[in-house]
C-alpha cells in the first residue's frame, strides 16, 4: 500500500477545500491514504502526488467525483438527534389545512437516513395533505444509495416501531439483517447533487431545513457562506436544524434561536 507523505496530503486537504469547503485536519490523514488507495491501484498510479495531478489535469471529471465522493462520505441512521423530528411534526401540523405543500430540505442528506425520517413524520402527521422532501448532498454515491433505500438494521433502530411496520420491508433470506423503505414513501422523496460550497441551484422556498452534523467539517468563513446561502432558501418563520454539537454563534445573525439546535427565520 502507498504511504501518503505530509506535502501530498496538504494537496488533498486543498482539493476537497475548493471542491466542498472541507477542512480536513492533519488527524485525517490516514483516513485520507486509506480511502484514495484504490483509486491509486485503479488508475496505476505509483503516488498520490501522481493522483493529485490527474485530478488537476482538467480531463477526468468523472475520477473528480469519485474522489469528491470517497473524501466526503459520512455514515448516519434513521431519527438522528430526535428532538427534531418532535419539532418537525410539531411545525407540519398547522399544515394540514394549507394548499400549500409544507416542504423540507435534508440538505446534507448522505445516504438518506434523515430524508426518509423527516417523510415518515410527514407521512405520518399530513397524510394525504401536501408535503415534499428533498434531499441533497454532493456525493454522487450516496445519493444513488439513497435513492436505494436499502439499508443495514443496525443504522434503523431509532425508527418507531409503528413506522417500521407502516414504512419498511424487512428483508427475508439473502437480504436478511436489512430494510427497505417502502416505495410508497421513496416516491415522495427526492434527492439531487447539491454542492453547499457554491451557489445553489434555483429551489422553491422550504418550511424547514436540516443542516446537521456537516459544518463541522467547515471552518469559519466556509460556515457563514454555507448558512447565508441556504437560509434565503428558508420561508419566514422556517426552522433551521442544526447537529446538537454545532452552533451558529459568530455564523449568523439572521435567525432567532429557539431551542438548542433549532433556530427560525423571523
Given at each position: ?69 470517497l473524501l466526503t462520505t459520512n455514515e448516519t441512521y434513521f431519527f438522528r438527534e430526535p428532538r427534531h423530528f418532535e419539532l418537525l411534526r410539531e411545525a407540519a401540523l398547522p399544515a394540514s389545512k394549507k ?168
Amino acid at each position: 500500500m502507498h504511504t501518503i507523505s505530509d506535502n501530498e496530503f496538504g494537496l488533498f486537504q486543498r482539493f476537497i477545500y475548493d471542491a466542498a469547503g472541507i477542512t480536513l485536519s492533519s488527524a485525517k490523514k490516514a483516513l485520507v491514504c486509506g480511502r484514495l488507495a484504490k483509486r491509486l491501484q485503479a488508475c496505476n498510479l505509483g503516488s498520490y502526488a501522481e493522483y493529485f495531478k490527474l485530478l488537476s489535469s482538467g480531463q477526468n471529471g468523472a475520477e473528480v467525483q469519485t474522489a469528491v465522493d470517497l473524501l466526503t462520505t459520512n455514515e448516519t441512521y434513521f431519527f438522528r438527534e430526535p428532538r427534531h423530528f418532535e419539532l418537525l411534526r410539531e411545525a407540519a401540523l398547522p399544515a394540514s389545512k394549507k394548499a400549500q405543500p409544507f416542504r423540507v430540505w435534508s440538505a446534507a442528506s448522505s445516504t438518506g437516513e434523515e430524508a426518509y425520517s423527516i417523510a415518515m413524520v410527514l407521512a405520518d402527521t399530513l397524510g394525504d395533505a401536501a408535503w415534499e422532501v428533498m434531499g441533497s448532498d454532493i456525493s454522487t454515491r450516496v445519493l444513488q444509495r439513497a435513492r436505494q433505500a436499502h439499508y443495514p438494521m443496525e443504522r434503523c433502530r431509532q425508527i418507531p416501531q409503528a413506522y417500521l411496520k407502516r414504512f419498511c420491508l424487512k428483508g427475508i433470506d439473502e437480504q436478511q439483517g436489512t430494510l427497505l423503505v417502502d416505495r410508497s414513501l421513496r416516491g415522495r422523496v427526492q434527492f439531487m447533487q447539491v454542492n453547499l460550497n457554491t451557489a445553489l441551484p434555483r429551489l422553491a422556498a422550504f418550511d424547514v431545513i436540516f443542516l446537521r452534523n456537516v459544518m463541522i467539517y467547515f471552518n469559519g468563513d466556509t460556515k457563514r457562506q454555507v448558512v447565508a446561502r441556504i437560509i434565503e432558501q428558508l420561508k419566514p418563520g422556517g426552522f433551521f436544524c442544526i447537529g446538537h454539537s454545532e452552533s451558529l454563534n459568530d455564523i449568523s445573525t439572521a435567525l432567532h434561536q429557539v431551542a438548542p439546535s433549532i433556530y427560525r427565520k423571523p
